[in-house]
């Protein structure tokens, strides 16, 4: 319990300090009263139209018997088409949104998850002792909109300008399902060679609210999103958040 509260903290401190750097870098360019360049034309400005990132999933809240089973490298993967609004007058903000799709795969190990189960409660089993798939996941899919308010320190020339930006995104579940791979005994000799699929969005909350952040330079820019509603519905599991931190990859287009 105490590792899995230490995890927390530290991811927790993460996007901290993620969101404190994106407030400050915006607050410095803010105060300068006179810019060294018009910005009355700006026409090479590439508005990230479309964001790629590459994530880093982690559960906050789940309980240690299901934390504990959960492995380090656990990742998603996101894709938005968006659109940017410069601000008359002050380019170098503008507010953007968009749609796309965001994906979630937490990896377990010696861990089943019955979303197929008629309970009112979303069984999580310890196969520590017991037969086992070796690996095994858990994945979400969300059809996303998300919204943005931007800073680019020179819009003009997308690919040396400091980014950064502040925003939210909501989502509705499009699937949910665990995948299960080569099946082995409690002492991890391999019984068979086959894949096991089973999807059921019943105990999955419909809809995903998170806060964004993002501070980078050029095309490359770091990232955190922390989810505000539970994954799971009211009753059938612990109130757990997803926190994704990854890399983001825009502005070619």
Known sequence: ????????????????????????????????????????????????????????DHWMGAPDSISSHIKSLSRGANIYIMMDKPFKGSPRFSAAFGIGIGTSNMFFKNESIDVKSLTTYLPFRNLDTLDRFKKYKLTTTFLEVPVELRFSSDPENDGKSIKVALGVKVGTLLAAHTKGK?????????????????????????????ATARIGYGHFSLFGSYQINSIFKDGVAADTKLIQVGLCLSGLC
């Open 1 to 56: 319990m105490a590792s899995n509260f230490a995890n927390q903290v530290l991811i927790m401190k993460k996007i901290v300090l993620v969101v404190f750097a994106v407030v400050s870098v915006s607050a410095a360019f803010a105060q300068k009263a006179k810019a060294k360049k018009s910005w009355d034309k700006v026409t090479g400005r590439a508005g990230d139209h479309i964001m790629l990132q590459l994530t880093s």
């Open 182 to 210: 080569s099946p082995e005994s409690k002492t991890g000799a391999s019984i068979n060679a086959y894949t096991e699929k089973e999807s059921s969005k019943r105990f999955f909350n419909s809809t995903r609210l998170a």
